[in-house]
């Protein structure tokens, strides 16, 4: 029994479709009791269950979406150097047409043909486990299926396309992501690379004296400047050949700055610089000075008291806090006793609401998990 057939005829669910993207909650519950598997856990197999990291909403009807997700952050050009669009009908990563990329060598294992639900968005150019291309298939892996391209060997990434991809699975498998400068929360790195995407497609016109580092950066990847469009659209719903070249001078502009070959004006493009030199001398010998011990025991407690502060008014501080707790926790009724604990403190329980116990992605798709349980 495939998939559709046992939604359809043993739990009466007709839809497939959404099953990947915004399962309803009576379905999985009922999934959840046949298969004893945690509501949370099969939550993170769907697109719905990485709301409010990799996007704020589902709900496409909100006007001010891609200003508040895509217009906050800035790289490469100066914030207020963006004129800040609004278009209708708009969800993060979310492409109009299905993308139907898989890695080459994770398909050929016959024990677990994967395909990662992350690779159904286009946020990624290359296997973080293989480092090679995604390529483009047609059919459904396991049954049928046909590359794109007819030499099916792997092709291997370059530095920059694995270095940002890299990025963006910790951000996916571990809620964060180590950048040079500090770590910071998966939630700011896919609202930064998106940032990216859409600076890159900023018509040069209306760049002025920033121009030169878009036009710096497509030079570097060798594509036409904004990989040849005239007209903007919002970077998910561009041709996926497009948005292959968008993603791959992404990766190029996060290289070129990170080298320091570049040194945009954009706030952020500072967390890929390592830490500023601090100290200057004047040419003499430095007198070697006594060392002051560091006292870890008291340097915990110091960030601790900042994170609680900052998790009273901070919702995604105060799940990190909260995942960080309850590290090891499984059972309702421990995690009940630290929100208990949490509210003490004064960290509104509504913060907490969205808590998963298994981190914060599960990267399978659910469709391929119905078929390997049942
Ligand atoms: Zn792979």
Redesign the pocket.
């Given at each position: 029994m495939d998939a559709r057939d046992l939604l359809a005829h043993d739990l009466g669910h007709g839809q497939v479709d959404d099953l990947d993207t915004a399962p309803p909650l009576s379905l999985l519950t009922v999934l959840s009791q046949r298969s004893g598997i945690e509501l949370d856990r099969l939550r993170c197999m769907t697109i719905v269950g990485w709301v409010p990291w990799l996007l704020d909403s589902l709900d496409d009807q909100i006007p001010t979406a891609l200003e508040t997700y895509a217009f906050q952050c800035s790289v490469l050009l100066p914030r207020h150097k963006r004129k800040i669009r609004t278009v209708a009908r708009w969800r993060a990563w979310l492409p109009r047409q299905p993308v139907d990329r898989a890695?080459?060598?994770?398909?050929n294992d016959p024990a677990d043909q994967?395909i990662l639900l992350a690779w159904k968005l286009p946020l990624m150019l290359s296997?973080?486990?293989?480092g090679?291309w995604l390529e483009s298939y047609w059919g459904v892996p396991g049954r049928f299926l046909r590359w794109e391209n007819t030499d099916p060997s792997p092709r291997a990434a370059s530095e920059a396309i694995t270095a940002m991809d890299r990025r963006t699975w910790q951000a996916m498998t571990t809620g964060y992501v180590e950048l040079p400068r500090r770590r910071i929360h998966a939630g700011l790195w896919f609202r930064m690379l998106r940032t990216l995407l859409d600076e890159l497609n900023t018509p040069l016109s209306t760049c002025g004296t920033y121009a030169g580092y878009i036009r710096h950066v497509w030079e570097g990847c060798g594509y036409p400047v904004r990989a040849g469009q005239s007209l903007w659209r919002p970077y998910e719903t561009l041709d996926p050949a497009v948005r292959l070249q968008m993603l791959e001078a992404a990766a190029t502009a996060i290289h070129l700055n990170e080298s320091r070959v570049i040194s945009p004006p954009g706030e952020h493009a500072k967390l890929f610089w390592s830490e500023p030199q601090t100290g200057f001398t004047n040419g003499l010998p430095v007198k070697e000075r006594k060392q002051e011990p560091i006292d870890y025991g008291q340097e915990v407690v110091k960030v601790i008291t900042e994170a609680v502060a900052e998790a009273r008014h901070n919702p995604e501080t105060a799940r990190s806090l909260f995942a960080l707790a309850a590290y090891g926790k499984r059972d309702p009724e421990s995690l009940e006793r630290l929100r208990d604990e949490f509210a003490k403190e004064g960290i509104p329980p509504e913060f907490l609401s969205h808590y998963e116990p298994d981190g914060p992605f599960t990267c399978r798709k659910i469709s391929d998990w119905l078929s390997d349980e049942f």
């Open positions: 890695c080459p060598i994770c398909l994967a296997c973080p486990q293989h090679c």
